[in-house]
């Protein structure tokens, strides 16, 4: 019979995040990245740190989550195979909701909510609407409200999960059509968004593949970009 890799849980490395500041994503997956198939790690957050599972899922690992009490939940991630992330440094997905950091500066109660309030959003099995046009209607209304900070990090994960250069071109000529040719010049054009998009295609015109552009993008327009970036420096 094979043993219930729960048993084994309290042998696991514990990661204790409660007091960062800043993205502790990149981190728990370098560790992650490291551990072996059949050993796992423990992660121990003020909230039940949703965004992680699938990261860690797509690197291979099974999880189980215990709420110890209202500010400590700890999640025991377990190795079962050993497979290369999608993207570096970010598992599945490029970019995840680190903002959630800035509810819990508030309260960890409230940070709770938002992170189940973005699983209801953007986790949800069999969606009506797939991702990829969740990502370019909230791109696109990231734009509308004048969130360029936003859209920019739409725009990575929309590229990231499939969206093409020429649905961009189209996209990029709504918004035109839309906010009008004085609001583009003035706003969208020397935007983050547009850089962004413009590197897009011009690395493509270059002959690099998706994975290396959306490296590429995490690198130049991801959390090091403080025009991106969504977390306090103080």
Same mark, same amino acid.
């Given at each position: 019979m094979k043993t219930d890799w729960k048993n084994t849980k309290e042998q696991f490395e514990v990661v204790d995040v409660r007091k960062a500041t800043g993205n502790f994503l990149t981190g728990i997956l370098q560790r992650a990245g490291q551990i072996e198939v059949g050993h796992g790690i423990c992660v121990v957050q003020t909230f039940e740190p949703i965004p992680l599972y699938s990261a860690m899922t797509d690197l291979g690992f099974d999880h189980h989550t215990e709420k110890v009490s209202d500010i400590e939940h700890r999640v025991y991630f377990y190795r079962t195979v050993k497979v290369d992330a999608a993207f570096s440094g970010a598992g599945d997905m490029p970019l995840k909701p680190t903002?959630?950091?800035?509810?819990?500066?508030?309260?960890?109660?409230?940070?709770?909510?938002?992170?189940?309030?973005?699983?209801?959003?953007?986790?949800?099995?069999?969606?009506?609407?797939?991702?990829?046009?969740?990502?370019?209607?909230?791109?696109?209304?990231?734009?509308?409200?004048?969130?360029?900070?936003?859209? *920019?990090?739409?725009?990575?994960?929309?590229?990231? *999960?499939? $969206?093409?250069?020429?649905?961009?071109?189209?996209?990029?000529?709504?918004? $035109?059509?839309?906010g009008g040719i004085g609001t583009f010049a003035s706003e969208i054009g020397p935007s983050s968004l547009f850089a962004a998009y413009r590197r897009i295609k011009n690395l493509e015109n270059n002959g690099k593949s998706r994975n290396e552009i959306v490296g590429i993008l995490t690198e130049e327009f991801g959390e090091k970009n403080p025009a991106v970036n969504v977390l306090s420096h103080k």
């Open positions: 903002a959630v950091l800035n509810f819990k500066n508030i309260d960890d109660s409230l940070a709770d909510i938002v992170v189940n309030f973005w699983d209801l959003t953007w986790g949800k099995e069999n969606p009506a609407i797939d991702l990829k046009t969740k990502l370019l209607l909230s791109l696109a209304n990231g734009v509308g409200a004048g969130r360029i900070r936003q859209a *920019t990090r739409e725009l990575v994960k929309a590229y990231a *999960t499939g $969206v093409t250069a020429a649905e961009l071109d189209e996209l990029f000529s709504m918004f $035109v059509w839309n």
